[in-house]
């Protein structure tokens, strides 16, 4: 099964993290398919970046999101309230 989940960077103390489309059966912080975005919640506003396109086309063939995830992609309006994939808007959105 393919899940989106965080990838852990950064220093100690100091996580980063790369949302990423990965096998389930693969590490934490191992092998990757697909590098979708950036979170980053220790700076100040906290930062958030996802290529809204290649996670909606990720979801529509199947893919997993995990937990957390799921809380980020609702965030950037990918997911719905109910945690349903939103139709494309043609206008960006600012996380």
Do not use: C
Not at 42 to 68: F, H, M, N
């Amino acid at each position: 099964m393919v899940r989106i989940r965080l990838r852990r960077t950064g220093k100690t103390k100091q996580p980063s993290y790369r949302v990423v489309v990965a096998d389930a059966r693969s590490p934490r912080d191992g092998r990757f398919i697909e590098i979708i975005g950036h979170y980053n919640p220790v700076r100040q506003p906290k930062v958030l970046e996802i290529k809204a396109e290649r996670a909606r086309y990720w979801l529509g063939v199947g893919a997993q999101p995990s937990d957390t995830v799921v809380r980020l992609l609702k965030q950037v309006h990918v997911l719905d309230s109910e945690g349903k994939l939103m139709p494309a808007s043609t206008e960006p959105v600012e996380a």
